[in-house]
């Protein structure tokens, strides 16, 4: 390299000058921040005019040491004054692309999410197990596969009932328990309270059942119940009735009338069948009941035998029970022409029914 030679004071105030144009000028052409990045090595690395200068001053005399001293720092300050504001205006830039680059349109119309809604069933078994909870009834569910015993024998119901033939009862096949059968009732729940605690009792089960039927507007084999038990000291048919009532109101509407005819259930005595008057017409008779009365439901006071069988003693204890099937009265309250459309799985059909909350 050819020496060149000595740099004096007036050649390098020449070049302060010009660096601190040529400098703003490389700064203000850069339009990315790489740019800029390379415009700062050129301006102010290592190898820049700038920094020859700063290197001369060491071999200078101390009189213009001090003076190009001042106008080297000069210099310095606007040209990294320069390279700030450059900076600071391309990442402004930078960041309002991104920001751009985001943007919602929050005209467009949003994609709709569809809800979900409870079924049927659901809604009213939810509805009549709130009616007893407000009445004090706890809710406890039993097994759907149930043994003989608790499905049949604790609830009165001899070998030879025609209820427990082949015919009307579904029995699992598991090898080496002959005496299994899906529960046909609900009822088989009550006996499993019975034995796992003493009187009193207030409890509702709400749960499937299983039985040999062919599907119909009317019929499934796979339905629902809700049973209701009540054991104490001194509970009499009245209760029954009263509380017959008070669900048929909270199910009904106010003004709803029961009534009760003798009817036969191995496991109460006496027994009834319960007829609610009609939503619809209020008793007087239309399409929805026929006769004013709707057939509702099964009930009675538990039959002495049955609490002798769960332990109870039945000189001291009386009870009542009724269950109901609450398929029947999803079909009323929501006047469903066919009960098969319940477990047809058509969304189309259950999610007109109570959207969820
Ligand atoms: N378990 C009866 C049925 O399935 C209903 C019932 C329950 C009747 C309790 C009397 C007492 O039809």
Known sequence: MLDSPPMDASDALRILDEEEGRGAQAFRAATTLDELEAAQVTVLGRKAPFSEVQRALGAMSEEDRRSLGKAVNETRSALEAALAGRRAELEGEAETALLEADLV???????????????????????????????????????????????????????????????????????????????????????????????????????????????????????????????????????????LEAMARALFGEGRRVRLAPSFFPFVEPGAQVEVSCFKCDGVGCVVCGNGWIEMLGAGMVHPVVLENCGYDSERYTGFAFGMGIERVALLRYGIPDMRLLVDTDARVLAQFGAVA
């Open 105 to 243: 349109d929050l005209t467009l119309p949003g994609r709709r999410l569809r809800e979900g809604s409870l079924h049927p069933l659901t809604l009213v078994e939810n509805e009549i197990v709130d009616v007893f909870m407000r009445l004090g009834f706890t809710v406890v569910e039993g097994p759907e596969v149930e043994d003989d015993w608790h499905n049949f024998q604790a609830l009165n119901i001899p070998p030879d009932h025609p209820a427990r033939t082949m015919k009307d009862s579904i029995y699992p096949s598991v090898p080496g328990r002959p005496d299994l059968v899906l529960r046909t009732e609900t009822s088989a729940a009550q006996i499993r309270t019975m034995q796992s605690q003493e009187p009193p009792v207030y409890v509702v089960h709400p749960g499937r059942v299983y039985r040999r039927e062919t599907p119909d507007a009317t019929h499934l084999p796979v339905f629902h119940q809700v049973e209701c038990l009540a054991v104490d000291e001194g509970i009499t048919f009245a209760d029954l009735k009263g509380t």
